[in-house]
């Protein structure tokens, strides 16, 4: 290897530098394939022929990946910050006549809003927000109070945004997203940004207060300086700067209100939501104005634009940060337009203000239960930092209440055992932690937090085993006879419970989330449907264990004797977050059944890979789940088993689905104080009745009518699937 390597050395050391020819009109190519394929031949492994100016980064960078983060990068245009100032690319003002100096002052501020959100969607911060050739020399806008004050804004926002997702670590795939590169984030006199914003806000506002004023009350404002040479133009540059401005402000103001320790600050940042709301619905009707004072010709249609006015923004240029990045193909970044951009805003306000308007319930099942909603919304990146330092601060929940006392709560545990001495068991401190990234993990993108889940499921089931020993340790073998009395028992078989049925519940949502993501082909529904309902059963057994135990024994045994059976046949009825699992596993087992029917009787979905058996995507799905042992003895040979012999007589006679809706009807007054789990019940409702009917069709004409086509779909369900049956 040495030897090889030296010769190539050599051999690219001894070759000829000849500059390229470059070609010209009267330039004759010739056809080299015969050369290309005699030099294929003669080549060994491992040897490259090139041309003199032949790059390897230009030739690897001439290759599109066709994921817009991974393809950006930088056509050069200048070499230096200087270079670009000399030659005109961000002129302080940007024209001597100021009317046209509002129009590029404008034109500027929404060009950096497209800017951040496309930095926000996880480009380079070097070319969006700082392609702004005015943020890398802020010192240059002193002279220009509105420029320079809204500068300074945009860098204090910027480092806000980068230090709430550093310290909450959600920037996992986004790792663009948080390098600096080294960037002016830190301007001197930043901190001041507010005041200095406030007082061109002011003077702007007196101005259009002048533009309003009747003229016999116009002379005490004469001393006030227009902004521009055009009266009849003064009043909607001031409203269109000054909803510009007011959202800036208020949008810093949410993300240092959000970061506020222990939630303080929610309250107040939903005001300023609400403000910026209200600014951005300024914002682009101000657009309509903008256009009609500009002679630009859009060809490109103004709805690609970057600005609202659909005018080209001066002083940016992205190739001025080449230096400062990591090596990225030789093409530009794609910015959003400008109303995409303001969308982009809208749709993350909305996510905040959802955040700001949670309850800090210290209920673990109610926590995990609205990070699991607020996630249908698909919130980005910034928002799901924001929810995450809420959830976890300083290792506690909302920083106020210890993780031990969550736990404790969860398991359904007294009050008074928050405090017990147990919190500082090695193993319950190693439950804590896990609580704590399980948090985290639900507050990342769902493709991410797939993964994560099922690599910490073999985590809670060894943390499991340690508490099990440990309980054994302390007590020995578990007994028939009451010992609530023990306290320490209390807690351990309390805790064990809580920890299965997190557990499984993890399960549950790993599988569920392959359906998001669409990991799943239909021929493989049945599998997936199989697994699912052995997880959901244990899920359900394990949750109407702990709520069983919540009922304390002891305090029955002072009740009179009359009473007793009324105890015992209120006790015997199943709770209605069972009977809701219970609904979710009568689909799952419905839909395995039907499958499988399909399969084994009219051979549908039935599509041999010629890449992977059975078993394989067997293994590939449920690797996971298999090696944490979740549920117990769930093999490949037991799914077969299960499957094999499904046929649709045996189905029709024990109809799952009409159970599920049956099970949805009962339990829907239960849920009536909870619109999300009412909606969903409605769901499983309509899944369970159309799945019904395809049962009733497909078992009575199915193999007399080959035309018959079955497909599923999921039109009312994200996770359970509705049968489609029609003739071809």
Same mark, same amino acid.
């Given at each position: 290897?040495?030897?090889?390597?030296?010769?190539?050395?050599?051999?690219?050391?001894?070759?000829?530098?000849?500059?390229?020819?470059?070609?010209?009109?009267?330039?004759?190519?010739?056809?080299?394939?015969?050369?290309?394929?005699?030099?294929?031949?003669?080549?060994?492994?491992?040897?490259?022929?090139?041309? +003199?100016?032949?790059?390897?980064?230009?030739?690897?960078?001439?290759?599109?990946?066709?994921?817009?983060?991974?393809?950006?990068?930088?056509?050069?245009?200048? /070499?230096?910050?200087?270079?670009?100032?000399?030659?005109?690319?961000?002129?302080?003002?940007?024209?001597?006549?100021?009317?046209?100096?509002?129009?590029?002052?404008?034109?500027?501020?929404?060009?950096?809003?497209?800017?951040?959100?496309?930095?926000?969607?996880?480009?380079?911060?070097?070319?969006?927000?700082?392609?702004?050739?005015?943020?890398?020399?802020?010192?240059?806008?002193?002279?220009?109070?509105?420029?320079?004050?809204?500068?300074?804004?945009?860098?204090?926002?910027?480092?806000?945004?980068?230090?709430?997702?550093?310290?909450?670590?959600?920037?996992?795939?986004?790792?663009?997203?948080?390098?600096? /590169?080294?960037?002016?984030?830190?301007?001197?006199?930043?901190?001041?940004?507010?005041?200095?914003?406030?007082?061109?806000?002011?003077?702007?506002? &007196?101005?259009?207060?002048?533009?309003?004023?009747?003229?016999?009350?116009?002379?005490?404002?004469?001393?006030?300086?227009?902004?521009?040479?055009?009266?009849?133009?003064?009043?909607?540059?001031?409203?269109?700067?000054?909803?510009?401005? &007011?959202?800036?402000?208020?949008?810093?103001?949410?993300?240092?209100?959000?970061?506020?320790?222990?939630?303080?600050?929610?309250?107040?940042?939903?005001?300023?939501?609400?403000?910026? !709301?209200?600014?951005?619905?300024?914002?682009?009707?101000?657009?309509?104005?903008?256009?009609?004072?500009?002679?630009?010709?859009?060809?490109?249609?103004?709805?690609?634009?970057?600005?609202?006015?659909?005018?080209?923004?001066?002083?940016?240029? %992205?190739?001025?940060?080449?230096?400062?990045?990591?090596?990225?193909?030789?093409?530009?970044?794609?910015?959003?337009?400008?109303?995409?951009?303001?969308?982009?805003? =809208?749709?993350?306000?909305?996510?905040?203000?959802?955040?700001?308007?949670?309850?800090?319930?210290?209920?673990?099942?109610?926590?995990?239960?609205?990070?699991?909603?607020?996630?249908?919304?698909?919130?980005?990146?910034?928002?799901?930092?924001?929810?995450?330092?809420?959830?976890?601060?300083?290792?506690?929940?909302?920083?106020?209440?210890?993780?031990?006392?969550?736990?404790?709560?969860?398991?359904?545990?007294?009050?008074?055992?928050?405090?017990?001495?147990?919190?500082?068991?090695?193993?319950?401190?190693?439950?804590?932690?896990? =609580?704590?990234?399980?948090?985290?993990?639900?507050?990342?993108?769902?493709?991410?937090?797939?993964?994560?889940?099922?690599?910490?499921?073999?985590?809670?089931?060894?943390?499991?085993?340690?508490?099990?020993?440990?309980?054994?340790?302390?007590?020995?073998?578990?007994?028939?006879?009451?010992?609530? #009395? +023990?306290?320490?028992?209390?807690?351990?078989?309390?805790?064990?419970?809580?920890?299965?049925?997190?557990?499984?519940?993890?399960?549950?949502?790993?599988?569920?989330?392959?359906?998001?993501?669409?990991?799943?082909?239909?021929?493989?529904?049945? !599998?997936?449907?199989?697994?699912?309902?052995?997880?959901?059963?244990?899920?359900?057994?394990?949750?109407?264990?702990? !709520?069983? @135990?919540?009922?304390?024994?002891?305090?029955?045994?002072?009740?009179?004797?009359?009473?007793?059976?009324?105890?015992?046949?209120? #006790?015997?009825?199943?709770?209605?977050?069972?009977?809701?699992?219970?609904? /979710?596993?009568?689909?799952?087992?419905?839909?395995?059944?039907?499958?499988?029917?399909?399969?084994?009787? @009219?051979? =549908?979905?039935?599509?041999?890979?010629?890449?992977?058996?059975?078993?394989?995507?067997?293994?590939?799905?449920? #690797?996971?789940?298999?090696?944490?042992?979740?549920?117990?003895?769930?093999?490949?040979?037991?799914?077969?088993?299960?499957?094999?012999? %499904?046929?649709?007589?045996?189905?029709?006679?024990?109809?799952?689905?009409?159970?599920?809706?049956?099970?949805?009807? #009962?339990?829907? +007054?239960?849920?009536? +104080?909870?619109?999300?789990?009412?909606?969903?019940?409605?769901?499983?409702?309509?899944?369970?009745?159309?799945?019904?009917?395809?049962?009733?069709?497909?078992?009575?004409?199915?193999?007399?009518?080959?035309?018959?086509?079955?497909?599923?779909?999921?039109?009312?369900?994200?996770?359970?699937?509705?049968?489609?049956?029609?003739?071809?």
């Amino acid at each position: 290897m040495a030897d090889k390597g030296a010769e190539e050395i050599s051999m690219y050391s001894h070759a000829p530098n000849h500059s390229s020819i470059p070609a010209t009109d009267s330039t004759i190519w010739a056809d080299v394939s015969p050369l290309l394929e005699a030099a294929c031949r003669d080549l060994g492994d491992g040897e490259l022929i090139h041309g +003199n100016n032949f790059n390897l980064y230009a030739a690897m960078a001439a290759l599109e990946i066709m994921d817009p983060k991974m393809d950006s990068g930088i056509v050069y245009k200048y /070499y230096s910050i200087d270079e670009a100032i000399e030659n005109g690319a961000a002129p302080v003002p940007t024209s001597l006549d100021r009317t046209v100096d509002v129009q590029c002052t404008i034109d500027i501020m929404d060009h950096l809003l497209a800017c951040e959100a496309a930095w926000h969607k996880g480009h380079p911060l070097a070319q969006t927000v700082f392609s702004c050739i005015y943020l890398l020399r802020p010192d240059r806008t002193s002279s220009h109070a509105l420029l320079h004050s809204y500068c300074r804004v945009i860098r204090a926002t910027c480092k806000a945004v980068v230090s709430v997702v550093l310290d909450a670590r959600t920037h996992e795939e986004e790792d663009l997203f948080t390098m600096t /590169y080294g960037l002016p984030l830190n301007g001197d006199g930043d901190e001041k940004c507010l005041s200095m914003l406030n007082a061109v806000e002011e003077t702007i506002s &007196r101005q259009l207060r002048a533009c309003k004023a009747i003229p016999s009350k116009r002379r005490v404002v004469e001393d006030l300086e227009p902004l521009q040479s055009d009266p009849n133009l003064e009043e909607g540059y001031c409203k269109a700067l000054l909803c510009r401005l &007011r959202f800036r402000k208020h949008f810093y103001h949410v993300l240092t209100c959000m970061k506020r320790p222990q939630g303080r600050g929610l309250e107040l940042a939903r005001k300023h939501i609400a403000s910026c !709301m209200s600014e951005l619905e300024s914002i682009l009707k101000s657009a309509d104005f903008l256009r009609s004072d500009t002679s630009c010709v859009c060809e490109d249609g103004i709805e690609e634009k970057t600005t609202a006015s659909g005018r080209q923004p001066v002083g940016f240029d %992205a190739s001025l940060n080449i230096r400062l990045c990591a090596p990225t193909p030789p093409r530009a970044s794609k910015i959003p337009s400008w109303k995409k951009a303001v969308d982009y805003f =809208v749709k993350l306000l909305h996510d905040l203000d959802a955040i700001c308007s949670y309850s800090l319930d210290p209920h673990f099942e109610g926590l995990l239960h609205f990070v699991v909603q607020f996630q249908k919304s698909q919130p980005d990146l910034v928002a799901r930092a924001h929810l995450q330092l809420l959830l976890v601060q300083e290792g506690k929940l909302y920083g106020r209440d210890p993780i031990f006392a969550v736990i404790t709560k969860a398991a359904a545990l007294p009050e008074a055992v928050k405090n017990h001495d147990l919190q500082q068991n090695e193993s319950f401190l190693q439950l804590g932690q896990l =609580v704590m990234n399980l948090l985290r993990i639900l507050c990342a993108n769902i493709a991410w937090q797939r993964r994560k889940l099922g690599k910490i499921l073999q985590d809670w089931r060894v943390i499991y085993v340690q508490l099990e020993l440990a309980f054994r340790n302390e007590f020995g073998e578990v007994s028939t006879s009451s010992n609530d #009395e +023990n306290i320490c028992l209390r807690i351990f078989q309390h805790v064990l419970v809580w920890v299965e049925e997190q557990t499984f519940w993890i399960a549950c949502r790993f599988l569920m989330l392959g359906f998001e993501l669409e990991l799943y082909s239909p021929s493989e529904y049945c !599998m997936v449907y199989w697994y699912l309902y052995a997880a959901l059963t244990k899920l359900a057994e394990k949750t109407h264990l702990k !709520m069983a @135990l919540t009922h304390d024994i002891g305090k029955r045994k002072g009740k009179k004797k009359r009473d007793s059976s009324k105890d015992v046949g209120r #006790e015997s009825r199943i709770p209605p977050a069972v009977l809701f699992l219970q609904c /979710y596993i009568c689909l799952a087992e419905g839909l395995t059944m039907m499958l499988a029917s399909l399969r084994n009787e @009219l051979q =549908v979905l039935q599509r041999p890979s010629p890449f992977n058996t059975e078993h394989e995507k067997f293994v590939q799905h449920f #690797e996971l789940l298999q090696k944490a042992c979740i549920p117990d003895h769930v093999t490949y040979q037991s799914f077969k088993e299960c499957t094999t012999y %499904a046929r649709f007589s045996t189905l029709v006679m024990y109809n799952y689905f009409k159970d599920a809706q049956r099970i949805a009807k #009962e339990i829907k +007054n239960n849920f009536s +104080n909870d619109p999300e789990r009412s909606a969903e019940l409605r769901s499983l409702e309509q899944v369970a009745e159309h799945n019904s009917v395809a049962l009733n069709i497909i078992s009575r004409v199915g193999a007399l009518d080959p035309s018959l086509k079955v497909s599923f779909e999921f039109s009312h369900h994200p996770y359970f699937a509705t049968a489609v049956v029609k003739r071809s």
